[in-house]
């Protein structure tokens, strides 16, 4: 283990000369970093996840003394963020994230003679990403946005969140640390700290992607900027989601009491501060669930919310859903001190819902929810249409309800990028089939995800060479099949070499 370093000041704000050395410095990167094999950008990850690993002691107590966060949750997060790392390694080293297709050369193709035609993926360029704060470890400075970027090839630039400086520069000196000593090239990884800088280096005609993760209005700020360069860039942000769940008059028949302290107990983990909360529960009328979700509620005590930005966000969010008529508050926890609150549940139907949408359709980032009533087949059908896009969207039902609930699934489907079966949606899965993502205003790029291996894909852009001599092609494009990777060549995937 690293000895501890003691980070006691909160660190001061990147300046213009440094932040100008460090633009210079990513894209002077650029190239060296994207022209390593897959297979050593793979170890530079690994580097710096047993750095990481290394100093867990240290990071876990200044993210706990940051965050408010409790100790075992964050030691989690952080085998999270190290998991990731090692895992998109392993990505690197199977190599099908690069897509490599040949055609070789073909004079009786159908369309006429094709030329050779050899295509791949590759890195889009340095990448600023801005660190969330309600993850310290797996979104933030060494975070999924960072490990993908990073596997692909492209030098990161990360603007720390104002919510755990001081655990921002200790990580960033730890992956920077470890990057050097494993041979990446100088400038793969630095840390802006300051909203301005962070915003300057979005503009900067030299970075060529960005990521984000946080509210709508910011992330959709931001989003402006990459679109309005003069040259735009991709924006992938992770902004605001409802997640909401519905529940068949088969589930709450066979499992009424479960799912209300599943409810409760997704909508109040982390204190309510993940983006995949439930922010909506559907049930049939008369579902006699109401007696199950207040016990579930009243044994949740208060807990501590990450910082008084969010405290403020939360109790106005609270003051709004109160507030709208045809609501009923079911439990209403007022805020104990500054920051310490208790989950809120809210009652309504959706008539009301429809009617006042464009308040009680708002995320509330913090421990509340809102329960609806539904009459009908057709009235939960309209909910689903009232949504616009959200990370996930849940259907607790029967098997010999599949007739019912079909219709309600193919209208998620549109609104949603992760459909779930039962179980709830908090708890993402950093996997290769995981999709974290949807329509606006989920994220800003409903096409990729920014958890699990293909998360990779958002900043590799592709190329094809035409005819090109084999000494001026990539190696994943050579005839000999020196990486060993799948590749499809002349429509068949295969790892052969290309047969003369």
Not at 73 to 87: A, C, D, K, M
Not at 171 to 183: F, N, Y
Not at 211 to 226: K, N, Q, V, W, Y
Not at 443 to 454: E, F, M, N, P
Request: charged content about 20%; aromatic content about 6%; hydrophobic content about 45%.
């Amino acid at each position: 283990m690293t000895a501890p370093t003691t980070v006691s000041q909160t660190p001061t704000a990147t300046t213009s000369s440094e932040l100008a050395d460090l633009l210079a410095a990513v894209s002077a990167a650029a190239a060296p970093l994207a022209a390593l094999r897959p297979s050593e950008r793979a170890g530079l990850l690994r580097a710096v996840a047993d750095a990481l690993d290394a100093a867990a002691d240290e990071l876990v107590q200044l993210a706990m003394e940051e965050s408010h966060l409790l100790e075992g949750r964050l030691r989690g997060e952080l085998t999270r963020t190290t998991f990731q790392l090692r895992l998109f390694g392993e990505v690197l080293e199977e190599g099908s994230y690069l897509e490599a297709t040949i055609d070789p050369a073909d004079p009786e193709w159908g369309m006429g003679p094709r030329p050779d035609l050899r295509r791949m993926l590759v890195p889009l360029g340095p990448t600023v990403v801005y660190a969330a704060s309600n993850f310290p470890f797996a979104f933030s400075v060494a975070g999924g946005d960072t490990a993908s970027a990073l596997a692909a090839g492209c030098p990161v630039l990360v603007k720390a969140h104002s919510g755990h400086p001081r655990l921002s520069v200790r990580t960033a000196e730890l992956v920077i640390g470890a990057l050097a000593a494993a041979g990446a090239p100088k400038g793969t990884f630095g840390l802006i700290v300051g909203f301005e800088k962070g915003v300057e280096a979005l503009k900067d005609p030299r970075v060529k992607a960005g990521s984000f993760t946080g509210s709508i209005p910011a992330g959709r700020a931001l989003f402006d900027i990459a679109a309005g360069r003069p040259e735009p860039i991709p924006f992938y942000g992770e902004l605001g989601s409802l997640n909401p769940v519905f529940v068949t008059p088969g589930a709450v028949k066979a499992r009424g009491a479960e799912i209300a302290s599943g409810f409760v107990g997704s909508v109040t983990l982390g204190v309510g501060q993940f983006c995949t909360k439930p922010g909506l529960l559907f049930v049939p009328a008369g579902h006699g669930l109401d007696e199950a979700i207040l016990a579930a509620a009243r044994e949740v005590g208060p807990a501590t919310l990450l910082n008084q930005r969010i405290a403020d966000g939360y109790g106005e969010g609270i003051t709004k859903l109160v507030g709208a008529s045809g609501v009923t508050p079911m439990i209403e926890a007022a805020p104990v001190d500054g920051l310490s609150v208790g989950p809120t549940v809210i009652k309504t139907t959706v008539p009301v819902l429809l009617e006042q949408a464009d308040t009680l359709l708002e995320e509330c980032f913090g421990p509340a929810s809102l329960v609806v009533e539904y009459d009908g087949p057709q009235e939960m059908l309209a909910a689903a249409r009232a949504f616009s896009g959200n990370l996930t969207a849940t259907v607790h039902g029967e098997e010999s309800e599949a007739a019912e609930i079909a219709p309600l699934l193919d209208l998620l489907r549109e609104r949603a990028g992760r459909l779930l079966w039962g179980g709830w949606p908090t708890g993402v899965s950093v996997t290769y089939a995981m999709q974290h993502g949807g329509p606006w205003p989920a994220t800003s790029a409903s096409l990729h995800t920014s958890v699990g291996t293909t998360a990779i894909r958002r900043f590799l852009r592709p190329v094809s060479f035409q005819t090109m001599p084999e000494e001026l092609l990539p190696e994943a494009l050579h005839d000999r099949n020196v990486l060993g990777i799948p590749r499809r060549v002349n429509g068949t995937l295969t790892t052969d070499d290309v047969k003369a």
